[in-house]
């Protein structure tokens, strides 16, 4: 990221962040509209292998998940044509706790931070229409061309019928160390017992503008739910620090644990308590790749989360 202030970065991303989707006080600045669930996860004998991290050896620990939609405005309705977020934290039984974020979108828009700021203030609506004004995305997209699979992806997916029913994709690299000192370079993914498609706009439409988080809650007071968190696993050429750039489908994928939904969760955020999922939290027996688009996510978080709650992280 060379010579970039990160702190100052991350105060203009929030900024242009608001000017795109509105402020909403004490909301988050994206992914805003979102339900909390608790869950556990239970690590598969190839986790280990792969992994010394303590969630990974094989015992059951408490993990919470968050599903979201990728707009900043709390109120938008479930129809609308938007990636989905599910964020998931693991509490490991030193105490520590590591998270995993990840999307429906098989890559990322952008591959720097300072590429992020520029397509967000693109996106800014104009005052008279507003809508985006679309000359200055197509200036932006004729110059990077590497964001077009994530915006056909994001723009071709239909409103899913449920989050339960969704794979996500985490899309930046991770180095899995396990107790030899071995690693093995990895994006994680997020595979649903029960995969679905989506649905087409009116069906999702009339399924009123709250249909995923009333779904959501249906169907865990009914019976747990279930995601297999799999391993996908790099080759020499794969590129570790680029969010923008696919790996080949063929790429091996070991399935590292389950996670079992059990249902809504209530016991997070509250009494000045600050929920944040941070993909750069991580634990001994995984390392950050050099992904700049990774790192800089914490800063952005930080700046949010001081803006909706008061809190100062820490780094």
């Known amino acids: 990221m060379g010579d970039l202030d990160l702190g100052r970065w991350a105060t203009e991303a929030i900024d242009a962040i608001g000017d795109l989707y509105g402020r909403h006080g004490g909301e988050r600045a994206t992914h805003a509209k979102g339900t909390l669930c608790a869950a556990t996860f239970t690590a598969t004998s190839a986790a280990a292998e792969l992994s010394r991290a303590g969630h990974l050896q094989g015992a059951p620990v408490d993990a919470r998940v968050r599903f979201s939609n990728g707009s900043g405005q709390p109120a938008s309705p479930d129809s609308e044509v938007d990636g989905r977020g599910m964020a998931v934290t693991f509490d490991l039984p030193d105490g520590t706790a590591t ?139 794969d590129p570790l620090d680029d969010p923008t750039a696919a790996w080949p489908p063929e790429r091996e994928r070991v399935a590292i644990g389950r996670l079992e939904l059990t249902g809504l969760a209530f016991d997070r955020e509250r009494d000045g308590d600050v929920l944040v999922f941070d993909p750069t939290r991580v634990v001994d027996g995984i390392e950050c790749s050099d992904d700049p688009i990774l790192h800089a996510r914490s800063w952005a978080y930080s700046e949010s989360v001081l803006r909706r709650t008061g809190v100062q992280r820490g780094f």
């Open 99 to 237: 998270d995993i974020v990840a999307l429906t979108l098989p890559v990322f828009f952008v591959r720097t931070p300072e590429d992020f700021l520029a397509f967000t203030r693109a996106r800014k609506p104009d005052p008279q229409t507003g809508r985006p004004d679309f000359a200055k995305v197509g200036q932006f997209l004729e110059a990077h061309p590497e964001a077009l699979p994530a915006i056909q992806a994001a723009l071709g997916a239909g409103a899913p019928a449920s989050y339960l029913e969704c794979t996500y994709n985490g899309l930046h690299a991770f180095r899995l160390v396990n107790a030899a000192g071995e690693g093995t370079w990895v994006r994680w993914a997020l595979e649903p017992d029960t995969p679905g498609d989506g649905l087409e706009p009116d069906e999702a439409a009339g399924r009123g503008p709250d249909y995923l988080q009333t779904d959501l809650a249906d169907r865990l007071a009914a019976a747990p739910a279930g995601f297999t968190l799999v391993a996908v696993i790099a080759r020499d050429a």
